[in-house]
């Protein structure tokens, strides 16, 4: 795979990959493993972003080994950071962020690949950074993620 095609994706857990019932481990939402697998299996890393920590966190990393996906690092931006908070940000480094909580709510698998992949599964992915180099060129601006999900 390309390098400039491979995204990082940082994906929260519970009302993201399963529903909420924290501590416990609720049903797995409708297509989250089988989009999740795919993602990898194009060169996408993925990244476990979320609250849980101990053995609930535990819980949640092997519930996600049993279903198919290994993550590339958990609540950290790749698997050898050290997190010290005197020192560094808790905001994971991801070109994506899925979560039930974004803005408008958890639009569901399906919808969260169609964005990815909107020319289909063999396209490159339609990722733009919110601010692109030519970002404050306006007469070569591409339209941001909020207006081609709100068109």
Not at 25 to 48: C, N, V
Not at 75 to 92: C, G, M, V, Y
Not at 102 to 114: C, E, L, S, Y
Request: charged share 30%; hydrophobic share 35%; with cysteine.
């Amino acid at each position: 795979m390309e390098f400039e095609k491979q995204l990082t994706i940082a994906v929260d857990f519970d009302g993201t990959i399963v529903e909420h019932r924290y501590p416990e481990i609720g049903k797995e939402m409708l297509f989250a493993f089988q989009t999740l697998r795919e993602l990898q299996a194009k060169g996408h890393r993925l990244i476990l972003w979320t609250f849980r920590h101990g053995k609930a966190l535990e819980d949640a990393v092997e519930y996600c080994e049993q279903n198919g996906v290994e993550f590339f690092a958990v609540n950290r931006s790749f698997p050898e950071e050290e997190f010290d908070a005197t020192q560094e940000s808790r905001k994971i480094d991801a070109d994506l962020f899925i979560d039930d909580r974004n803005f408008g709510g958890f639009p569901g698998w399906g919808r969260i690949w169609a964005m990815i992949y909107p020319d289909g599964p063999n396209a490159k992915p339609n990722y733009q950074p919110i601010y692109p180099e030519d970002h404050f060129n306006k007469s070569n601006a591409k339209p941001g993620l909020f207006k081609r999900l709100f068109r």
